[in-house]
T-cell receptor, first 112, second 113 residues
Framework: SQQGEEDPQALSIQEGENATMNCSYK?????LQWYRQNSGRGLVHLIL?????REKHSGRLRVTLDTSKKSSSLLITASRAADTASYFC????????????FGQGTRLTINP | DTAVSQTPKYLVTQMGNDKSIKCEQN?????MYWYKQDSKKFLKIMFS???????INETVPNRFSPKSPDKAHLNLHINSLELGDSAVYFC????????????FGPGTRLTVT
């Protein structure tokens, strides 16, 4: 069954605004990762946050993890047109086979 | 240099045919994967190999057979193609068996008519 679910499914904002995407999951995890997929391309790894971490930054990206609520958020600050893409969270479940389980993604559109 | 490459990028074929997709990574990674992304963008793992050994085999029809001649290559052969096989197939690789960050290829868009 699907582990991660992103919210919203689609988000459209103006360039320069901040974009926040959320991910909820069902079972305990080792880590949670965020990926970006530009149209017609493969996924690109953005950031990995471990289960014992609460927040992580990478450039304009900020990821939070709340294991008690089984949720994570990805914040992109000062958005640019080039940030237009689909964003996926992927969880590494604590139990079971060693594999990432992906959500269905949030489609982010940055309007110039 | 491309880290993870796949060929072909597009594949259009008729039902019942057999086709193969090739994947190569030059990152020196030990683990490689095949994923299927459907029309709703849902990405699901199909297979995973570590040093040429199959470690994950999800509920995939027997018509799909992965082959890893060495740890830098993971090919996917599909027999008797069906309409429902139409999707984008991604190859990926990562260091070791622990699920660290994965590097994805550009994808192969398979269309079965």
């Amino acid at each position: 069954s699907q582990q991660g679910e992103e919210d919203p499914q689609a988000l459209s904002i103006q360039e320069g605004e901040n974009a926040t995407m959320n991910c909820s999951y069902k079972t305990s995890i080792n880590n949670l990762q965020w990926y970006r997929q530009n149209s017609g391309r493969g996924l690109v790894h953005l950031i990995l946050i471990r289960s014992n971490e609460r927040e992580k930054h990478s450039g304009r990206l900020r990821v939070t993890l709340d294991t008690s609520k089984k949720s994570s958020s990805l914040l992109i600050t000062a958005s640019r047109a080039a940030d237009t893409a689909s964003y996926f969270c992927a969880t590494d479940p604590l139990q079971g086979a060693q594999k990432l389980v992906f959500g269905q993604g949030t489609r982010l559109t940055i309007n110039p | 240099d491309t880290a993870v490459s796949q060929t072909p990028k597009y594949l259009v074929t008729q039902m019942g045919n057999d086709k193969s997709i090739k994947c190569e990574q030059n990152l020196g990674h030990d683990t490689m994967y095949w994923y299927k992304q459907d029309s709703k963008k849902f990405l699901k793992i199909m297979f995973s190999y570590n040093n040429k050994e199959l470690i994950i085999n999800e509920t995939v029809p027997n018509r799909f057979s992965p082959k890893s001649p060495d740890k830098a290559h993971l090919n996917l052969h599909i027999n008797s193609l069906e309409l429902g096989d139409s999707a984008v197939y991604f190859c990926a690789s990562s260091r070791g068996r622990v699920t660290t960050e994965q590097y994805f290829g550009p994808g192969t868009r398979l269309t079965v008519t």
